[in-house]
């Protein structure tokens, strides 16, 4: 699952592959969602080769998720 993450007085935007099954995927949803209502001040997020990226709450812009499969890819290895 691709996740893109925008982030206030950026104008680039965040962006994560995170892998799993769908009940790992809910795990993140929910993360994200209790970000949003405010109930955690950091977003903690960690995408499929490891690497870990803190954005705070209250910055988040808009969060978006999709489906890596249906976007087409350019480049090497793609």
Known sequence: ???RIGV???SRDISLEVEGDEK???AVRKTVEEALAGKVEVLWMKDKRG???AIPAEKIAFVEFGAP???RRLG???
């Open 1 to 3: 699952m691709d996740i």
């Open 8 to 10: 206030t007085h950026s």
């Open 24 to 26: 790992s995927q809910a």
């Open 51 to 53: 690497r870990e990226v």
């Open 69 to 71: 499969d249906g976007e």
């Open 76 to 78: 090497f290895g793609a």
